[in-house]
T-cell receptor
C-alpha cells in the first residue's frame, strides 16, 4: 500500500508568515509522529499522536508550534510567525501501536524561511 | 531522558569492503529497542535493522548486522560487502519499550560514502 505522504515537498516563505505542513499516515497506523531535522543534524522529536489519547507535545520548541490530527488520520503541523531558525526538514512518521513496531517515515517537507 | 551519540560524523569505505559505524546511548530503562535508519539524499528515512534489548542475539539483515553490548550501552552497525547504494546518512535511534508506541531519540548521524 501507499507509504506516509507529506505535502508540500518544499516550502519557501517569508519570516513572520504562518505555514501549515500536512502528513497523511499509512492506513491503519494509529500512531503519528512529527520530527524536525535541522541542516546536517539528527532528528528532533516534536509531537506524538496515538489514537484518541491526548498528544505528547513535549518536544514542541515554542508556542508558535502546534499540531492537530483530525479523525485519527491526517495531521497538520502549524508554525505561526515563522523565524529563520525554523528552517529545517519536517518529517512525519506513523506506526502500528504494538510493541517493537517500527516507524515509517515520509519524505519530509523542506521549509525555508527567508 | 535518553541520549544517543554517534562519534563518527563521516566515514568512507571501498566498495565490497566492510565498515562499522559506532553508536552509544545512555538510559536508565531496562527494556527498550534500538534501530539503525538510513537516509539517502531523497530524505526518506529507511529502517535498516532493529534490536530488542531483551534479546542477547545480535540482529542481522542480509549484509547488515549489529554488535549489541547492553552493559556497555553500545550498538554498532556492520555493513559487509559495501555497495555504492549504501552511500547515505546513517542514524542510530533509541525507543523506550511500551505497547502504546513511543518517540525515537536519534543520534547526530554518520555520513557514509562508499567509493568505487
Amino acid at each position: 500500500g501507499a507509504g506516509v505522504s507529506q505535502s508540500p515537498s518544499n516550502k519557501v516563505t517569508e519570516k513572520g508568515k504562518d505555514v501549515e505542513l500536512r502528513c497523511d499516515p499509512i492506513s491503519g497506523h494509529t500512531a503519528l509522529y512529527w520530527y524536525r531535522q535541522s541542516l546536517g543534524q539528527g532528528l528532533e522529536f516534536l509531537i506524538y499522536f496515538q489514537g484518541n489519547s491526548a498528544p505528547d507535545k513535549s518536544g514542541l520548541p515554542s508556542d508558535r508550534f502546534s499540531a492537530e490530527r483530525t479523525g485519527g488520520s491526517v495531521s497538520t503541523l502549524t508554525i505561526q510567525r515563522t523565524q529563520q531558525e525554523d528552517s529545517a526538514v519536517y518529517l512525519c512518521a506513523s506506526s502500528l501501536v504494538r510493541s517493537n513496531q517500527p516507524q515509517h517515515f515520509g519524505d519530509g517537507t523542506r521549509l525555508s524561511i527567508l | 531522558a535518553q541520549t544517543v551519540t554517534q562519534s563518527q560524523p563521516e566515514m568512507s569505505v571501498q566498495e565490497a569492503e566492510t565498515v562499522t559505524l559506532s553508536c552509544t546511548y545512555d538510559t536508565s530503562e531496562n527494556n527498550y529497542y534500538l534501530f539503525w535508519y538510513k537516509q539517502p539524499p531523497s530524505r526518506q528515512m529507511i529502517l535498516v535493522i532493529r534490536q530488542e534489548a531483551y534479546k542477547q542475539q545480535n540482529a542481522t539483515e542480509n549484509r547488515f548486522s549489529v554488535n549489541f553490548q547492553k552493559a556497555a550501552k553500545s550498538f554498532s552497525l556492520k555493513i559487509s560487502d559495501s555497495q555504492l547504494g549504501d552511500t547515505a546518512m546513517y542514524f542510530c535511534a533509541f525507543m523506550k519499550y511500551g505497547n502504546a508506541g513511543n518517540m525515537l531519540t536519534f543520534g547526530g548521524g554518520t555520513r557514509l560514502m562508499v567509493k568505487p
